[in-house]
């Protein structure tokens, strides 16, 4: 295990030598994963779906593609909890790593078959969750008190790596679809994959391993459970029955089945749980104490306060994720060359994080420290919301020429990517370290899959937006704006977000910061 070390009276912190096969793995991970995810959109619109009608089959390509992600950061909660209970992060990466692997290659084997095709996304959807927490919750592992000062250094790096994967998936991919087809375009992902695999096992003698915690009466939920169900004369059980009504509202929202489908349904009864629940446990909180520790109560109510955070920036990722979905639709309606494909654009917003990221760092922030400007954290976060809805309003406008008939080049894409680019290396890499460190230290891969959970919520926004406006009545009232459908739903999506940003402010200046790294040995 790395230790800091005295330097001319000064301790100077080393980095843990075992953080390059993570990064390493990483890298290939993010590769395979970005490699079909975005080309899943084109390839479902032009071969997968072919036997639908021609203008039903761009919203079911949306539904499929935002339904897969919800997938995705649904299960990082199963991959937090296997993690923090019983297997251990390493061991949990490790299994659901070759689950991941089986399912890129029901991809490449089932490119004609709608099932053996549906059932690979959810392998994919299983492995690429139940890891997602996990891995970046491990390179948290591997520092402690005496070297956590180069832990944001690492995780900015992490997210570069990240990055790195998918500009050269984003550009590559779609050329290898439509040239090679797609069995040999989701075939490279899963090889890459494998490769991440086996890096990934190559430096298990090497990793800090942190023990899954043993079964606490004291954990979490039973802290919460006590809150909410034990009685004090003279008090009204108002959270038990808040509480009570999230989960009558989430077998509720189960009727919505045949509406928003199974899994939007599900995600929202979720929601309504976690939301409710979460209120109803925040308010009666205190009456744990006395029954559980005083380090416990105050723990839970940490994650509570962590779990607003997370809440608020859910708007964010309802529009950046669009980027793969209603960006490549918007510009398949753009002027380009015969040669470029309306996916390669994604392209633009790995290369654009791996620039920012240092230009952030290295100039941006020093900068404005220098002008007495500190940007903390929650600012960032806060302003990367802000970000993301001004790119969006820029789209929506750029929508509204397209309607009108005007031709604009593909080009001008770039400024909403920059935008929301921006936004993101504010919210994304600033929020991996902002949810380590303020997690207690027994559930940091939960609080990490909380963090992911907010994305599956996100797209959750999405699918409900979208089966809005399949109502006629609906659609007719955007008419009467005199915008299109698509349109309105842009700067639907800009307000979402710029709101989510003014509340994250007002909640951002209340927020009591913590430091729950582990102590160095």
Known sequence: MTQSVAVD??????????????????????????GMRNILTPFLITSLLLSMPEEL??????????????????????????????????????????????????????????????????LIALGSGGIKPLVTSFVGDQFDQSNRSLAQKVFDGFYWIINFGSF???LL???????????????????????ATIIFWSGRTKYV???????????????????????????????????????????????????????????????????????????????????HPDVAVDGVRSVLRILVVFALVT?????????????????????????????????LNPLLVMLLI???????????????VELTALRRMGAGIAFAGLAWI?????????????????????????????????VSTTGLEFAYSQAPLAMKGVIMSFWNLSVTIGNLWVLLANSSVKSEAVTEQIKSTGMSVTAFQMFFFAGFALLAAFLFSLYARSYPMLNNYRKAD
Request: hydrophobic content about 50%.
């Open 394 to 426: 820029v789209v929506g406008f750029m929508q509204l020429a397209i309607d009108g008939g005007n031709a604009l080049e593909i080009t001008w894409q770039i400024l909403p990517y920059a935008l929301l680019t921006f936004g993101e290396v504010l």
């Open 173 to 195: 991919m779609p050329i290898f679809l439509k040239e090679f087809g797609a069995s040999i375009a989701f075939g490279i992902p899963g090889l890459l994959m494998l490769i």
């Open 168 to 170: 050269f998936a984003s």
């Open 209 to 291: 391993h942190v023990a899954p915690a043993p079964r606490d009466p004291h954990s979490f939920l039973n802290v919460v459970r006590t809150a909410l169900t034990t009685d004090v004369p003279g008090q009204a059980k108002s959270g038990y029955f808040m509480a009570v009504a999230g989960a009558l509202l989430a077998v509720g929202s189960l009727f919505l089945i045949p509406k928003v489908g199974i899994v939007a349904a599900l995600c929202l009864a979720l929601v309504l749980v976690l939301g409710f629940g979460g209120m109803g446990a925040w308010m009666q909180l205190e009456r744990a104490r006395g029954i």
């Open 57 to 122: 089959r761009k919203g079911m390509a949306k539904e499929v593609f935002h339904t897969f992600v919800i997938g995705v950061y649904f299960f990082p909660l199963l991959g937090g909890w296997l993690a923090d209970r019983f297997f251990g992060k390493y061991n949990t990466v490790f299994w659901l790593s070759l689950v991941y692997c089986c399912g890129h290659a029901c991809l490449a084997i089932f490119e004609n078959n709608r099932n053996g095709f549906y059932t690979g996304l959810f």
């Open 315 to 347: 708007p964010f990722w309802s529009l950046f994720d669009q980027k793969a979905s209603t960006w490549v639709l918007q510009a398949d309606q753009m002027t380009k060359p015969s040669w470029f494909q309306s996916a390669q654009m994604q392209a």
């Open 358 to 372: 240092p230009f952030n760092n290295l100039v941006l922030y020093p900068l404005l420290k220098r002008s007495g």
């Open 9 to 34: 009276g000064a301790e100077k912190a080393r980095m843990p030598k075992q953080i390059p096969y993570i990064i390493a793995n990483e890298g290939c991970e993010r590769f395979s994963f970005y």
